[in-house]
């Protein structure tokens, strides 16, 4: 059999979608994952997006990272998709129902409100998130957020002086985080900017991560930083992101189709 696929990237984060929201798609496991996102033999991507339907919601996505991993939440891919959908939709995922609509400057996504709690992040155990008592080499005092998925956020004085390739694992699988963690160095440059790279736990450095944009500015804006509205700026390109009163994150951004496809899996040595 065949499978078509569409290929998306929000920012220079790519994605490969499957869309089962009207047709039947074959089981997935992490191995079909990483075999698709395989940039040598496979297709290519940072993330598997995969879109069934719903009772509780539009339609529900699913994202599995480069090695396989499922996670919770992509605010790029949720761009995406939304960018696919071509109009509002309600979208369930495994960090909650989150919404996107067609907006000025591309897509706008409602992306529900961060917590803050050790055990939510989570954290093996208690202690302040919003100055973390702990350092790797010249990174110190993080705050974490859960914004869908974990996240811990460093500043610093320039991102691109960390060796991200070396810390950025290095803290994705310490022990203190039971679940992994997305690592985050951010610079804050004014009010309303900061810049930012991101090692996503799963998938590594990447050009662009709209969880990364949200969590670092909502990291920022609670130790008083920045503003309520700031743009965040990544090797890929700008975010905006808003923290509303009433709690909620909203980012902003460009999502783009690449190219659309088909694939039979067995080229990729996946036996369904």
């Not at 339907?53 to 996505?61: H, I, Q, T």
């Not at 907006?103 to 989570?122: K, L, N, R, Y």
């Not at 002086?161 to 440059?189: C, Y």
């Not at 909203?250 to 369904?272: C, K, N, Q, W, Y």
Request: proline letters at 7%; one cysteine or more.
């Amino acid at each position: 059999m065949r499978i078509d696929f569409t290929k998306m990237h929000g920012l220079g984060n790519d994605f490969i979608v499957l869309d089962g929201r009207e047709g039947a798609l074959p089981p997935l496991d992490a191995a079909f994952a990483a075999a698709l996102a395989d940039r040598h033999t496979g297709i290519g991507c940072d993330q598997l997006i995969v879109l069934h339907p719903s009772d509780r919601a539009d339609f529900r996505m699913r994202i599995y990272n480069a090695d396989g991993s499922e996670v919770e939440a992509c605010g790029n891919a949720t761009r995406a998709v939304g960018l696919l959908h071509g109009r509002p939709a309600r979208i369930e995922t495994l960090g909650g129902i989150i919404t996107s609509s067609p907006a000025q400057g591309g897509i706008s996504v409602e992306m529900g409100t961060p917590s803050f709690d050790w055990d939510a992040i989570p954290l093996a155990f208690a202690m302040d998130t919003q100055a973390m008592p702990v350092a790797w080499e010249a990174l110190v005092n993080p705050v974490a957020v859960n914004v869908g998925n974990p996240h811990v956020i460093f500043f610093v004085a320039d991102p691109y002086a960390i060796d991200m390739a070396r810390l950025g694992p290095m803290i994705e699988t310490d022990p203190l985080f039971p679940a992994r963690i997305n690592v985050n160095v951010a610079a804050v440059t004014a009010r309303d900017a900061i810049t930012l790279r991101v090692w996503e736990r799963g998938a590594g450095l990447t050009r662009a991560c709209g969880t990364g944009a949200c969590a670092t500015a909502i990291g920022a804006m609670k130790r008083g930083l920045v503003d309520r509205r700031v743009t965040v700026t990544l090797p890929g390109g700008p975010l905006k992101i808003a923290w509303r009163e009433d709690g909620e994150i909203v980012m902003t951004g460009p999502a783009t189709e690449s190219f659309r496809g088909s694939f039979d899996p067995a080229d990729f040595g996946i036996a369904l």
